[in-house]
């Protein structure tokens, strides 16, 4: 895994978790 996958993983967990809050 590079740094810009982990920065899409990143960013969707963020997204994921605004979904949810």
């Known amino acids: ?3 810009q996958q982990a920065g ?3 960013a969707e967990a ?3 978790l605004a ?3």
């Open 1 to 3: 895994i590079g740094p």
């Open 14 to 16: 963020g997204a994921w």
């Open 8 to 10: 899409d993983v990143a």
């Open 19 to 21: 979904e949810a809050a």
